[in-house]
């Protein structure tokens, strides 16, 4: 339907796997794929022209599961959720002079507590902790008006909690 509505005429042929690399092959001239990052498409010299259909997958499970099962199930969910919630987070790391820790805990007070770490420089600590992707930069302004320097920022894998 989709060539269709635009008008498009095209032989169409099945490509298991790695269809990323028919147009540079030669075998065709575009592709479809189901994409998450597109960092594929991008290392094979190819952009995303149009979304033909956004989906999402589910877990599904019916009810009085058995005891063994719905403990297996309840583990997956639980490692699914860490990943989850890893993703709408950043850890990030920073050297504060002492004089400013107490305003950047405020501004980032992390899951439970950020970490601080004296520094060998006197008068200097490093804060580890934990943000939200959601408010990014606007923590990040926030921290460096309150004097943070150096700040790393690093992707999470997992949280659990």
């Known amino acids: 339907?989709?060539?269709?509505?635009?008008?498009?005429?095209?032989?169409?042929?099945?490509?298991?796997?790695?269809?990323?690399?028919?147009?540079?092959?030669?075998?065709?001239?575009?592709?479809?794929?189901?994409?998450?990052?597109?960092?594929?498409?991008?290392?094979?010299?190819?952009?995303?022209?149009?979304?033909?259909?956004?989906?999402?997958?589910?877990?599904?499970?019916?009810?009085?599961?058995?005891a063994e099962k719905q403990e297996i199930l309840d583990k997956l969910v639980f490692r699914l959720n860490s990943v989850m919630k890893a993703r709408t987070n950043r850890y990030v790391l920073l050297?504060?002079?002492?004089?400013?820790?107490?305003?950047?805990?405020?501004?980032?007070?992390?899951?439970?507590?950020?970490?601080?770490?004296?520094?060998?420089e006197e008068g200097w600590s490093a804060v580890h902790s934990v943000i939200s992707e959601d408010r990014f930069w606007e923590v990040i302004d926030e921290l460096k008006d309150a004097g943070a320097q150096g700040l790393l920022v690093i992707p999470i894998e997992k949280m659990v909690s």
């Open 1 to 66: 339907n989709f060539l269709d509505e635009k008008n498009i005429q095209a032989d169409i042929h099945e490509i298991l796997g790695s269809v990323e690399i028919a147009p540079s092959i030669g075998l065709s001239g575009a592709i479809f794929d189901i994409v998450s990052t597109g960092s594929t498409l991008l290392s094979n010299g190819l952009k995303e022209v149009e979304v033909v259909l956004k989906s999402e997958a589910v877990l599904v499970s019916r009810g009085g599961l058995e």
């Open 95 to 120: 050297n504060a002079p002492n004089d400013s820790l107490d305003k950047i805990i405020s501004i980032i007070p992390g899951m439970k507590s950020p970490t601080v770490v004296p520094l060998a």
